[in-house]
């Protein structure tokens, strides 16, 4: 971090919730139509009726702001609508330390909670440099803040893009807003890209606990060109072990309106183009990645090449980045 602020205290580190935590939802705030994607997506993928899934909203402020109560009201609101208890849910503002930024302040946070099984729901969008000759710029599709969160945070990501369509409109009798995809009918499309690698079973198991009544899952293999007969075998063993696995959740899993074993032959330059490929062809709605550290203890966080490509690229799915440390540390 850029500084060494003790302005991040112990008692903002508190889980201002009673009890265990099967996982905490950490969403970063602000006031803009995009963070508010970020809650009702937070509250989508997380277990609304289970008392040990938590929702905490976290605005990060400067020292000389005071807190937003209308934002406050309106996430509160917002929460409820989406169908979430109130004794689940919480709102903190936090001053952020000197020479610190808003990514840094909220990458510190994230991972000091990673004891309560933190995940961190954050926008994607911001500003790159244009055609300087017209003084424009064009838009991106990440922006900087999460960026920083996929190099630096230890816990399960989320970046959230924007709205596929209209979602104030898909609300129901209650006033509650719809668990809707992007095709507009109730559940999500959810595809977990899987390897022969060791972290991808664990992926696997995460995106399974995902998943509700009408939503549909996708295990996505992008299969490589085996030059001899030891590379055939293995990725005939990955396909076979996770057909079997679909199987075993198609049958564990009641009320879905799918399963199935995706293999995608790489027909693009890069492993993350034939992955931008599936997704449009699948209508996903979330896509989950694991991503391995690199040995170099410098970079022991970064993101990988191919997780970062999709997170960037990815115009309509929502992009889950997972990295082993968030598994196994």
């Known amino acids: 971090m850029a500084c060494s602020s003790k302005a991040i205290t112990d008692a903002d580190l508190k889980s201002p ?8 939802w950490l969403v970063g705030m602000d006031s ?27 605005s ?14 309106n996430c509160q609101e917002e929460a409820r609508r989406c169908g979430l208890l109130m004794k689940n849910y919480a709102f903190k503002t936090m001053k952020r330390p000197d020479k610190w930024t808003v990514g840094e302040a909220l990458i510190y946070f994230a991972n000091k909670a990673a004891g309560y099984k933190a995940r961190l729901v954050i926008g994607a969008q911001g500003m ?22 996929m190099s630096k945070v230890k816990v399960p990501l989320i970046v959230v893009k924007q709205p596929w369509g209209d979602i104030d409109g898909q609300r129901n009798a209650l006033g509650r807003v719809m668990r809707c995809g992007r095709n507009g009918v109730p559940g999500l499309t959810f595809m977990c890209c899987v390897d022969g690698s060791a972290i991808s079973n664990q992926i696997f198991a ?7 009544p009408d939503d549909r899952f996708v295990a ?31 049958f564990t899993f009641k009320g879905l309106k799918g399963t199935s074993f995706k293999v ?5 330059n890069t492993v993350a183009e034939d992955i931008l490929d599936a997704i449009e062809e699948e209508m996903v709605d979330v896509v989950v990645m694991g991503s391995v550290e690199l040995s170099n203890p410098k970079n022991m966080h970064q993101v990988g090449s191919v997780c970062a490509h999709v997170a960037k690229h990815s115009t309509s ?5 997972v990295k082993n440390v968030s598994l196994t540390g």
């Open 17 to 24: 919730f009673k009890g265990e935590s099967d996982c905490m």
């Open 32 to 58: 803009s139509k995009l963070a508010f994607r970020c809650l009702r997506l937070a509250t989508m993928l997380m277990d609304v009726k289970s008392s040990k899934h938590h929702l905490l909203v976290v």
């Open 60 to 73: 990060i402020v400067d020292d000389d702001q005071k807190e937003d109560l209308t934002l406050q009201a």
């Open 128 to 149: 790159r440099g244009g055609d300087a000759s017209k003084g424009a710029q064009a838009m991106d599709r990440i922006g900087s803040i999460a960026s920083d969160c």
């Open 206 to 212: 995460f995106t399974t606990s995902l998943l509700r």
């Open 220 to 250: 996505l293999h992008v299969r490589k060109v085996a030059r001899d007969v030891d590379g055939q075998n293995r990725e005939a063993m990955v396909c076979t072990y996770y057909k079997q696995e679909c199987a075993k959740v198609a």
């Open 264 to 268: 995608q032959p790489r027909n693009c």
């Open 317 to 321: 799915a929502h992009v889950c980045i």
